[in-house]
Nanobody, 125 residues
C-alpha cells in the first residue's frame, strides 16, 4: 500500500513563494515517476509538474514553466514543488500523485494511480 502525504500549503501574497513536500511510504518510491496536480474550485484537476524516477527529467505545464520547480529526494522518499512568483490563478488544492507503471504520459490525471489528500494553496492579490 502506498501513502502520500502533502505538506507546505498555505496563504501567500501574489509574487510570494511556497514549497510543497510530499512524503511517500513504501520501498518502491524510487521506481516511479511522481507528479503534482491541482484543482481549483469549479474546475477540473490539471497537471502541474512531474519528475521521472531518477529526478533527471522534469515536465511542466505551460502555465507554471519558469516559476515552479519539481524535484525529488529518493533517499528521503520525498518529492518537492518549489513555487515562486505565485499568482492568484495558482490558488487550488495541490495533490501529489504517483504515475502508474507502464504509463508514457505525464500530463493527464488518469495516468496517476495513488494520490495524496491534497494541500490548499491560496494566493491573494
Amino acid at each position: 500500500q502506498v501513502q502520500l502525504v502533502e505538506s507546505g500549503g498555505g496563504l501567500v501574497q501574489a509574487g510570494g513563494s511556497l514549497r510543497l513536500s510530499c512524503a511517500a511510504s513504501g520501498r518502491t518510491f524510487s521506481s516511479y515517476a511522481m507528479g503534482w496536480l491541482r484543482q481549483a474550485p469549479g474546475k477540473e484537476r490539471e497537471f502541474v509538474a512531474a519528475v521521472n524516477w531518477s529526478g533527471g527529467s522534469t515536465y511542466y505545464a505551460d502555465s507554471v514553466k519558469g516559476r515552479f520547480t519539481i524535484s525529488r529526494d529518493n533517499a528521503k522518499n520525498t518529492v518537492y514543488l518549489q513555487m515562486n512568483s505565485l499568482k492568484p490563478e495558482d490558488t487550488a488544492v495541490y495533490y501529489c500523485a504517483r504515475r502508474r507503471s507502464g504509463s508514457y504520459a505525464y500530463n493527464r490525471p488518469r495516468e496517476y494511480d495513488y494520490w495524496g489528500q491534497g494541500t490548499q494553496v491560496t494566493v491573494s492579490s
